[in-house]
């Protein structure tokens, strides 16, 4: 028997899993939440703007050092069996650290600087940023933006390294390295500086052929080259690769073989394909969490506007993976779940549900357009296919007969329009969609959530039966790692995991919805780039006016 150490990093907590890596069964999993969290709104009781959402990097070991032993013990196993370690995580979500690869934040005069923390992807600080780069690349736009979708998210590395550099130089200075949070683990893992080509390519503006697009750098900022050179370079691995092995430290810290193989880190989107078993073309995979990813894998590079992202060999060796996302699915539930007056907290208190539950059943029980609500799902910003952060959310039809229940089914129905549009992109630019998978912790929870993007996008949805596809993809990376299997196609077919069932479309909501998404459509190009679209913006800026930063 051997076994590989999986850990998905998501933007709460972090999963440690053992996984068999003969029939990736899930022997044991320890969930650790971070223990600082999300820092938001305020640090260290200072106020800190809205648009930023910092964590401490010293929490993903802390997850480790705790969940691994956790994981070990409950499992029983010989620990010698374990074979190698692989990890996923939350991307761009970028570490400032010093030259022992301690993050910023750790040294006391600097806990109160919110730039010397790392900033998780959905920090949206960088906007500005973002927003010069796009301006500066569309001048030449076939080469540097054609990769990314045309588009430049303020959630990417360069535009937050642009930030630190303008709001904060002296933190920029003291970072020797600046880094995505999966390559700062496995750096601290093995003692070595080094970099994903996944998290590089998506994140930084690198491709396999050209490497750092230095010459746009230069365009950019005449001593960006030089700071991309100090700070961001590091021994390149790719995906399918073993990045090294661990350090003897690590090996007694968490109880684990001596010089166990460690894979290089994954988007954690990106290994849900993994643990799926999604390695072909035209199989269109939605990892569903607190955001959502939709990545598909072609041979052929399209230049597809819209997306987040286009790189080779950064899942599948061999294969273009591309990246399309929505930045609020799971937290856009989570926020109406808040809202819920204080009778559903009580109901679903007595009858020991939780407030999910309570305002999924009452939302199953409505028809189709029952509410007359259509919402726009942008309440953290619009990542595909307008790229605008600065985007907010919508809700129109308001009535005073209007309940939670619908609006909370319109954020469902809103979310699914978005997916809706991602896909219609893809498909544009010759990208069929054959199969559409859904995978990632949401599409366990809510049956509903699943029926409404069947019927919205009018395909049948095929569900992983695991919630954890993202962890078993980067089980099955370490299991790589370590050599378990003859190559990497069969290790992924011996631990990928099972398919629960597949939802087929009802062709009377199908109609249905193709009338409320003309509404969703309408509303998503007025706000999005027609003549609505300074009203968000006037709002945020009336309300940023009001921060004290
Ligand atoms: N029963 C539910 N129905 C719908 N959404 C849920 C439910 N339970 C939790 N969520 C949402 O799911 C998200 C967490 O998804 P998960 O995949 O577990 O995490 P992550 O995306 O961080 O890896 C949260 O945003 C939460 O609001
Ligand atoms: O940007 C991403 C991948 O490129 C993901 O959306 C981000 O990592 C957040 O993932 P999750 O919803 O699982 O927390």
Redesign the pocket.
Known sequence: MTYSIGV?F????GRVMIVDTNNGDILAMSVIDYRSGTIEQNLNGNPIPSSFALQDATDYIDVLKRGVPDALKEANINPNEIIGLGIDF?ASTVVFADKDFTPLNEKEENKNNPHAYTKLWKHHGAEEEAKYIFNTAVKDKDRWLGYYGFNVSSEWLIPKLLEVKNHAPDMLEQATYIMEAGDWVISNLINENVRSNCGRGFKTFWNEDEGFFYDFYEKLDSELPDIVQDKLEGRLVKIGEQAGVLTDAFSEMLGLPEKLPVAPAII?AHSGLLGIGSKKKNQLTMV????TCHIMLHEKHVKIPGISGSVKDSIIPGLYAYEAGQSA???L??YA?KQSPKEYTEEAEERGI?I??LL?EKASQKEVGESGLVALDWHNGNRSVLSDSNLSGLLIGLTLHTKPEDIYRAYMEATAFGTKIIMASYEDWGMEVDDVFAS???PQ??DL?IQIYADVLNRPITVSAS?YA?GVGAAILGAVAGDAHEDMDTTISKMKQPFLKTVEPIPENVEKYEKLFKIYNKLHDEFGFKHSYHVMKELKEIQENQETV
């Open positions: 998905d998501g933007t709460g907590s939350t954690d569903m969490g607190t955001s699915v799971g937290d539930f989570g779940v939780s999910y539950e999924e990632g912790g949401l929870k809510s959530l919630d993202s």
